[in-house]
């Protein structure tokens, strides 16, 4: 399985800004979906945000509209997640996903539709 590494986490106040960067090891993901998910202490892992191959088209959580941006840099083999008005209740381990075995032009908030996940990078926000 293709290893991403996310990083860019870290403890911000809230109203802060970071941005989580994500690269695969050793593969491209220029062809590849890429999504962001999230889980909160004590809570299932959820969806956050989801780019398709070429960036034309994403996808976000209802949570997080109109404060995060997901994009990407291809010629970088890069994925990113800007995280702008951070609140408390974003709080989360933030993984990235990478459908990089087939090509596919979707744009997915599933998470059974990415084969390559990251570690995790931990965003913590104070009030």
């Known amino acids: 399985q293709v290893q991403l590494v996310e990083s860019g986490g870290g403890l911000v106040q809230a109203g802060g800004s970071l941005r989580l960067s994500c690269t695969p090891s050793?593969?491209?993901?220029?062809?590849?979906?890429m999504g962001w998910f999230r889980r909160a202490p004590g809570k299932e892992r959820e969806f956050v945000a989801a780019?398709?191959?070429?960036?034309?088209?994403?996808a976000y959580a209802d949570f997080v509209k109109g404060r995060f941006t997901i994009s990407r840099d291809n010629a970088k083999n890069t994925a990113y997640l800007q995280m702008n008005s951070l609140k408390p209740e974003d709080t989360a381990v933030y993984y990235c996903?990478?459908?990089?075995?087939?090509?596919?032009?979707?744009?997915?908030?599933?998470?059974?539709?990415?084969?390559?996940w990251g570690q995790g990078t931990q965003v913590t926000v104070s009030s």
């Open positions: 996903a990478g459908r990089l075995n087939t090509f596919n032009i979707g744009t997915h908030r599933t998470e059974d539709l990415y084969d390559s």
């Open positions: 050793g593969r491209s993901i220029s062809r590849s979906p």
């Open positions: 780019i398709n191959w070429n960036g034309g088209n994403t």
